[in-house]
């Protein structure tokens, strides 16, 4: 065999070779970027469905804030509407034609002869005259005064007792209570 031929022959079976090696490697590269391509639409597919998940926790997060907003804004109108109508319920008291005979009683009740009876101005101005009546005719001693941040009732003070019959501190009392009762009637 000449040289030319066994060297073509050498060429010949390197390219083969070189030929058989390239498309091993691309089959493998093929093989690698399908794998992968998998791997990275598995991953999107993931991701997908973990940004979906957050998307509806932030939507149902943002959607809980706006009800206890609204709640928290109906609480607060619910609450002016029973104040208005306690003030409404207070104000027709002070101005009920038996209202004289609801200060006797408080006064009665306390069991004190004498001491400082507080009243609000306006009780002083509207009763104070019946009243010193009464208290004569029960034979008490008591000095009628004026309580300045009264609304209506009255408070008997003797040295260091206070009898309470003010419509503030009933209305404080009774506050939960009044508050219930007008939201069933309400609401």
């Known amino acids: 065999m000449s040289t030319q031929k066994v060297t073509n022959k050498i060429i010949e079976d390197a390219r083969r070779e070189a030929q058989d090696i390239l498309t091993k490697y691309k089959v493998e590269a093929a093989s690698i970027e399908k794998e992968f391509a998998e791997r990275i ?62 200060l006797k009683a408080l006064i009665k009740k306390s069991g004190e002869k004498e001491g400082e009876l507080l009243l609000s ?32 009732g009255m408070i008997i003070r003797r040295k260091m007792t206070n009898h309470i019959g003010s419509l503030n501190i009933i209305l404080e009392l009774l506050s939960d209570e009044l508050a219930i009762a007008i939201s069933k009637i309400l609401y």
């Not at 998307?55 to 009800?67: D, F, G, H, P, V």
């Not at 607060?76 to 319920?89: F, H, R, V, W, Y």
């Open 41 to 102: 639409a598995q991953k999107k597919k993931q991701i997908d469905i973990e940004i979906e998940e957050i998307k509806q926790t932030e939507i149902m997060r943002a959607l809980s804030q706006k009800r206890l907003d609204l709640n928290k804004k109906i609480t607060g109108q619910k609450q002016k509407l029973i104040s208005s109508t306690i003030d409404e319920a207070v104000s027709k008291l002070l101005g009920h034609k038996e209202y004289l005979d609801f």
């Open 121 to 152: 101005k306006n009780d002083v101005k509207r009763y104070r005259g019946d009243l010193e009546n009464y208290i004569k005719a029960e034979g008490l001693n008591l000095k009628i005064a004026t309580g300045d941040d009264m609304t209506g």
